[in-house]
């Protein structure tokens, strides 16, 4: 790849995205399986539009990404637990409307192709992922940006929109947070130990980062997203929910098995003005599993 800041291309995977969930939070569903390609001369993913994935030097890392289109309107899309531009986001990249559109996905620090630094965890890594990815944006010389963000995502995109108010434009959110109770620590540790996933789920990550540092990152997670249970009423982004100002949309599937509907409702009553959409057969990886429906929602409320 290139070095800071520069805009190398490289050739990266197609994608293949599961029809089914299977157990992961985040990043942990999106990928199922990859085939490289490398196209003659164009160092662009092999896809059917054109994808540059480039490197740029933000707060003394060197953060990845991916971008396609070429519209007027820059959206950013944020991966979850051990996710990634190219693993989670496959159907958005390809098919989110070119013309409307700049669609940048973001690895954040520790996770894909922005590494070094190992992912670490400390109590204020959300807070650290939002300024990161602001930050991204604002070095990639984007003057407003809206906000798709999936799971720990869809947490740091809130912790951005109330951050930098005047930057970001919209928000879609699904499968996120704002604090953590019992109920969710047990599903968290429902997925700790990576050897009891599926292999469907396992093989993929492993191929991307190594069985050792995926293991090991999946623990430190499960660690870190614990850190919040012992705050005040469990909090990783409560208090900062009235400062959002954006127009927000959650969507939320009721079917899944790793976010509760109560977060759902708990961030549609506490972002003034959001608008809540279920999708009744939604998993947690609804974008995936239903991305044409979840794509026209999404450009319809970014319009």
Same mark, same amino acid.
């Given at each position: ?132 990815? @602001? ?5 990639? +010389? ?60 396992? +093989? ?45 949309? @959650? ?53």
């Amino acid at each position: 790849m290139g070095g800071p800041g520069a805009g190398a291309a490289v050739t990266r995977p197609f994608w293949v995205w599961e029809t089914e969930a299977q157990r992961g939070r985040g990043g942990c569903w999106g990928l199922l399986a990859c085939r490289l390609s490398r196209p003659r001369g164009s160092g662009l993913l092999s896809c059917s539009s054109s994808v540059t994935s480039a490197k740029a030097a933000v707060n003394g890392v060197h953060l990845h990404y991916l971008r396609t289109g070429g519209g007027e309107h820059a959206v950013l899309l944020l991966p979850g637990m051990l996710g990634s531009g190219e693993t989670d986001f496959g159907p958005q990249i390809e098919n989110l409307n070119k013309k409307l559109f700049t669609v940048v996905a973001w690895d954040p620090r520790g996770y894909g192709h922005s590494r070094p630094p190992d992912r670490d965890f400390p109590v204020d890594f959300f807070e650290r992922d939002a300024k990161d990815a @602001i930050d991204l944006m604002k070095t990639l +010389k984007f003057k407003k940006v809206s906000l798709l963000g999936w799971s720990d995502g869809g947490i740091t995109a809130l912790i951005a929109a109330a951050r930098y108010p005047s930057y970001v434009s919209k928000m879609v959110i699904w499968g996120a947070n704002a604090y953590v109770t019992e109920q969710d620590t047990e599903i968290y540790q429902g997925i700790r130990d990576v050897s009891k996933w599926s292999e469907k789920t396992r +093989k993929p990550l492993e191929a991307l980062y190594g069985f050792d540092y995926f293991a090991r990152t999946c623990e430190k997670w499960v660690d870190g997203i614990e850190q919040f249970k012992h705050l005040p009423d469990g909090s990783i982004c409560r208090d900062l929910l009235p400062l959002v100002q954006c127009p927000t949309l @959650i969507v939320h599937g009721e079917k899944d098995p790793l976010v509760p509907r109560f977060h759902a409702d708990f961030l549609h009553r506490h972002v003034r003005g959001s608008r809540l959409h279920l999708m009744p057969e939604g998993k947690h990886n609804l974008h995936l599993r239903f991305a044409d429906e979840f794509n026209r929602l999404a450009e319809g409320f970014l319009q």
